[in-house]
Every structure is written in C-alpha cells, then in structure tokens.
C-alpha cells in the first residue's frame, strides 16, 4: 500500500507469538474446570429420554442410595429458587427463555431435569444414571422442519422489498430457481460446558468458559434474585466456543444453586453428549432462490427466502437474507424469512450463523446462473460487484471482493479451468474446481480497557473481553505496545474477569474491532496525562522519564460508530452486543472474500476429496498474521467440513441426536485437510473504527461450502442442493 493510514509499525502487523501460548503447551493454563476449590462437589446432569411431555413422578431412591450422593435437583426439590427470565431475543441475557427445572414440562430431549451432586463424580454420574422417571409423552411430535406438526411464521420485518421483483423475474432472458438446505450442526467446542460456583458468604464466583462474563453476571443475578454486585464470573482461557459459549445458559443457575444448596463448592462438566443440548446449535435451514438476469449476466431480480427451524419455546431466526440481498447489485429483491417451531432445543450462533447457510443458497445459485449464462464464474460477480447496497442504497465502507476474487484465482491457477463440467477428469478421479463469495459483517460495540504504564517501561492492560483461542491477550498487548511504544514483551493482559472494565461479547467477529480502540483511547489518556497530547509512541517514554511520575494508570471506554449514546448503560449491564453491518444508518460494513475449492471425485468408489482450497481475504487492518492467519485456515476447515462431513442426526420418533457424540458425528480428520492456503488481501478502512479492523473470526468457514457444491457440479454435473454432499449423494 502506498499511501497508509496506519504508520509503519513495529508490532501492529507482525505475527506476535501468542501471549499465552506457553501456559498452553504446557498446561499451567488453568481453563475453567481445572481451577481447583477446597471441598468441591461434583454434579451430573439427568437429561430428559422425551421431547415433548410431562415428568409424571421421579424415583430417586436408587441414585439417593449411592454412596456419596449429597443432595438431587429436580423441579420438585428446588422449587422456585430460580427465577423466570427473558431469553436474549427477548432482551433478557439466557440463551432459551425455558425456566431451569422449572417445571415438569418437557419441551425437548435432553433436556436437564434433574441434577445430582456427589462427593465424586463417578458417584454423582452413577446417581444421574439410577434415575427413574415416568414420563406422559404428548400426542405430537415435531423433530423436524419437514414433521406435521411443526408450525411455521414468517419473520414479518425481516422481509424485504425493492422494486418489483415478479415482473422483472418474469422478463429476465435468463432464470434460475432451486431450493437448497443445510443440516442440523453442533459445534462441539473441545472444551466442553464446565462450570464451578463457589459462594462466599453471600458473594457467588462462577468459573465459566465464556464468550461474555458480564452477560453470565447480570443474567444469573436476574434468576438467583440477587445483586450483581454480588457475583463475579471468571473466563481466563476458552477452549473452543463457536458461539456456543456466547450467553448464559440453563446450567449456570442450576450448579449456583446446588452450591449454596449444600454450603460448598459445586463443579460440574457436561457430558460430550449433553453439550449437544446444554447450549445452542446451527439449526437446518431450508432456502428459495430465484435469480433473474440478462445475457451478459447482470441481475435484474433476486429473490431469497429462508426457512429456519426454532423451538417451540423461542422464535430465534439467523435472517441472514439482510445480507444476501445487499452482496449484489440488483434492482428488483424479494426476501422473506420463517421460523419452522419445533420440539427441539433452542437453536443458537454457531459460527457465521446466518452467513454460512444463506451463502451456501445464494453462491449456489449464482454458479447455476454462470453456468446457464455459459459464463465463468468470477465474471458473474464482477459484472454485479458495487460499491453501494442496492436494498437501502447505502455505500460500502470499502469493498475488496474482485481483488479477493482475482488474488486467490491466481493463486488457485484457476485460468486452468475448463468450464464444461466432467471435462477436467484425471484418470479415476473426476475433478471439478468452484469457487463462490465470502462475508461477514463488520460489527462493534462499546467496551472499556485501562491502561497502566510504569516508570519501568511495563505496561498492564486489562479489559473483561475474551481468548477463544482467537488470540485476543496477543492482539490487546500489541496494540498497548504499539500506542505507548514499549516492545510487547513489556505488556502483560488480564481479560475475561468481570471484575475487569467491561467489554463486548466475543461473538459477531467484534472482538477487536471494539477493544482494540478502547486500548487506544486508555493510550490517548495517558498521553494527555503526560502532557504530550498526539505524540508519536516513541515519545511517550522519554516523557513519562521527564515527568517523574511513577505509574499512570488510565481508563476509556468507546461507542463505535452506530452505537446510540444511550446504550453506554448497557456496557456496565452485560447487554453490549455487535452493531454494523447492514444496521446503520448511513453505510454498509462488510468483510469480503472469494472461497476456491478443487475437488475430487473418485469414478468408482465415489470417495470425495478437497485436495486444495484458496480463500483470499480482505478484512481490514490485519493486527496479527499469525493468530489471523489460525482464523481464515480454520474457518475454512470448517467449511470443508460443513460441506461434506457435519451432521447432527435427528431420530424422528423422540427427537433426539443419534449420534451426539465424537465417533459419530462425522468430522475432517488431518487425512481429510490437505492444502489450505488463506490469503490476506491488503484493505485500509478509515470508516470502520479507528483500529482500522473488520473482524476476522467468522469470514473463513462462509462460501466454502458453495465452493465445493460448485466443484462438485464441475465435477460430475450433478448439481447437489443439500449439505453436506457425500458420496452416496454423488452416485
Ligand atoms: Mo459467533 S457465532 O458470533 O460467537
């Protein structure tokens, strides 16, 4: 780049190691369970054998009866301990608006009905095992989106209408129509749900691997009936969270009050199997597609309806056609979203939870539209890339796509191609390339950060938001290093604590893109404080030497652009959630990319393989490589894996997961990944927020899969609609 907003750096750029990367290897990093309480019990969740019913009676003689059991949860036992609360469609801070053990209704399978708590765990589990419930199972059933008795409500603002899309469909020279679904698919974060409640006197600590300590906070006040101010939540490590560690979820007030229950520690790990229901999950989608063109490819019409499946319980809806119908320009959309209710757990944001279903609808649909047009692919996008969004006419803050586009075909060697589909066969192997858009939204929201620089030249910067594994501790000490010009190795970062200044989940890819200029404002604190208001970083030093002050230590919070002035009360609450993308009022903010595949198809055994896949980038100011790079290469991993392997099997009788656990639910293994090349695509933003940042954690698993239905039609000709695509679907 030539000229740069952002001024050559010495640590802002560079693939920092991870800060916490050796307390990693080397296992001194304490993730939630692992931290140790005197007299800790042990509790095990019983999970309902029914979906939709009644608990008739329990029998907890038998569990009573092993040796070492304290004390058993049911709905019974606890009775109204635990507080009715709105879910966080509603406002409200729980990820379901179900009431824990709330009553003797049961609205899905596994859901938690009872809680034994143990001297060990071993007893505990055994207990949970012994016992006994009689259910009355209600006369209907929906598993699924396509049961009987499932009811369906369209999202009535989610709807979408500019110009007139029935006539122009029905002049366009060129159409396409089809229907695409994606499965049920859970996240299994290698973590699995653990949480410890440790009351002191009337104060409670929660260990919690979060994606939002405060969210955990403020929520769980809400359903214990206490004060905030009484409890703490602590998330020092993550290991794996996907949006499924995003909000509170049913299992946190059960173990508080099990806790304060029997007078002591209370820990509890759910199960692999009963992670599959504790938290959220991306719920099948179903989608309608109808695209209009001329000869030359350009859109006249573009139509996308969504159908989402949701709880009875809980209307929750991705929506993302607020995204499909603003990628292209088009001057005639109709887009519309439905719920389908079901009696199954509430669905939540896994990854890119919109995004990755609807691109796989929309990016699907414009490779048949290419390949009815006899039209390459990237030129399809092209002839309709813009840098304003046709629904609301607003502008892109910046737009790389063609440069992604054009960087990874070069990359991928895609001038190779040859367009008709079987004609790129290898002896046995049917070969087929496809390639399709990636986006994400480019979200913030307010947070805090202090600051604390030394005489010494040490730096402390803490902030309560969160390490996924994201690399979030890496990214805050750079940018401390980076404004007050000390070398990173002289920073230290507390984070996930909400005793720390608050900052905004870890969801919607926001993570920096808020906290980074929540630092930077701490930095323009202290500088003022020094008296060298706008100096450069390698004056701060020096000054700090000159004033004689030992330490200064600064605290700043900051809106981001959108966010309204009003909403700072919902920092210091736990309700600070990602704004931008298509919600502002006067621009679009969006992360772009292109997703190339090349896949492979075995003639005989139909065995199917992503030999290489090359997504390039452009999402902003790039703080760390390194941390970023883990990102794009997993998201795509990912997206491989959402395309061919993931899927969370739904018995029809009970609802239930049948293979709800790691053997059976189908993942990539190393063999199944073999060269994934992430290109970061050089983009300057002054508008996003002054970090200059548009998130990177989600952009990398969207497109991929349309990629490789793409690669797979160039393949065979066989256009597959329904993920994930295996090789009986290739026969
Ligand atoms: Mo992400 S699914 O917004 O945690």
Known sequence: MSETLFPQSSTLGQPVPRYEGRAKVTGEARYASDVRLARTAHAYLHMSAIARGTIEAFDLAAARAVPGVIDILTHETIGDQIRQTPAIYQGGYISDSRRPLGSAEIANWGQPIAVVVAETFEAAREAAHRIDVTYKLHPSLAAGMNSPSATTQTLEPMTIGVGDFDAAYAAAPVKVEAHYSTPAQHQNPMEQFATQCVWESDRLTVHEPSQYVNNVKFGLAEQLGIGAERIRVISTYVGGAFGAKGFLTQRTALVAIAARRIGRPVKLVATREQGFTVSGYRAETRHHVQLGADSEGRLSALRHEGWELTSRGDAVAMGAVSMTARLYACPNISARVNTVA??????????????????????????????????????????????????????????????????????????????????????????????????????????????????????????????????????????????????VERVTVSLGDTDLPPAIVAGGSSSTASVAPAIMAACDAIRRRLGVDGASPAEIMPAMEASGIGVIEEFAETRPHGVPPDSMKGLYRGKTFPVGGVHLPDRVQFALGAQFVEVRIHALTHEIRVPRAVGAFAAGRIINPRTVHGQFVGGMIWGISSALHEHTEIDDRNASYINANLADYLLPVNADIIDVKAIMVPEEDRLVNRAGVKGVGEIGVVGVAAAISNAVFHATGRRLRDLPIRLEHVM
């Open 342 to 487: 079901t009696d199954r757990s509430t669905p939540g944001f896994m990854r890119a939870p919109g995004e990755m279903p609807y691109a796989f609808a929309l990016e699907t649909a414009l490779d048949e539209l290419a390949h009815t047009l006899d039209m390459d692919p990237i030129e399809l996008r092209r002839v309709n890339d813009t840098r304003t969004e046709p629904v609301g006419g607003l502008p892109y803050t910046s737009r790389s796509l063609m440069r992604c586009f054009d960087e990874a075909a070069a990359a991928f060697d895609w001038k190779r191609r040859t367009s008709q589909p079987g004609s790129m066969r290898d002896g046995d192997w049917l070969v087929g390339w496809g390639c399709a858009t990636a986006f994400y939204p480019t979200y913030a929201g307010n947070s805090a950060a202090r600051v604390r620089l030394s005489a010494n030249g040490r730096v402390h910067v803490s902030s309560a938001g969160h390490e996924l594994g994201q690399g979030m501790y890496t990214m805050m000490a750079q940018v401390a290093a980076e404004e007050l010009g000390v070398p």
